[in-house]
């Protein structure tokens, strides 16, 4: 996907999701990290969950994109065993011909670090206590390079399974 053509905007709940997201989808889809446009609530300044920013400024955000027809737009929200996947269609379900990406770790993205370090990953489980000092770049990368070349491993979290599935749509 040409940089100088499209614009990436990336909500999610922290700094967490955008580096590794932004990381990922800079070596995936070749985007200039220029056109890259981040929302997400940042600690310290905002209150509240990191998920109810999101499911906040999704319905803007989408109207922001129908704008820019060259646009894509990702939406990160951890899980968190409370279905915001579901919440956030209720609120807009994309068409599948639209560029907007739903990708949802089922319990935390950490799950998706545990498993990239090559341990196995229970969905309903946290694993954020073991990275909170972690470069979410780092795993994006090892994601990339290690393990999705040779495409998703069967023991791969059902989650990074749909979200892989997610950007298979934007290559086609």
């Known amino acids: 996907m040409s940089s100088n053509k499209s614009q990436l905007i990336i909500l999610c709940e922290d700094t967490t999701h955008f580096h590794f997201a932004r990381k990922y989808l800079d070596q995936i889809l070749e ?3 220029r056109n890259i446009r ?3 609530n940042p600690k310290g300044i905002s209150t509240g969950s990191g998920a109810e920013f999101v499911k906040k400024n999704y319905e803007l955000e989408v109207k922001e994109f129908r704008k ?10 951890d899980d968190d065993t409370k279905n915001h996947l579901d919440t956030l269609r209720k609120i ?12 949802s770790p089922a319990r935390n993205i950490e799950s998706w670090f545990h ?7 229970d969905e309903k489980e946290t694993y954020k206590h073991l990275y909170q000092e972690s ?3 780092r795993f994006a990368k090892k994601l990339k390079e290690e393990i999705c070349l040779n495409g998703l491993p069967q023991n791969a979290p059902s989650s990074l399974r749909h979200a892989c599935n997610e950007l298979d749509r934007l290559k086609n």
């Open 31 to 33: 985007f200039d990290s």
């Open 38 to 40: 981040i929302k997400h």
């Open 68 to 77: 820019r027809p060259s646009c894509v737009l990702v939406v990160i929200i």
């Open 92 to 103: 807009y379900s994309p068409a599948p011909t639209e560029k907007i990406l739903l990708i």
């Open 115 to 121: 498993y990239v370090e090559g341990n196995a990953v």
């Open 135 to 137: 470069k979410p770049a």
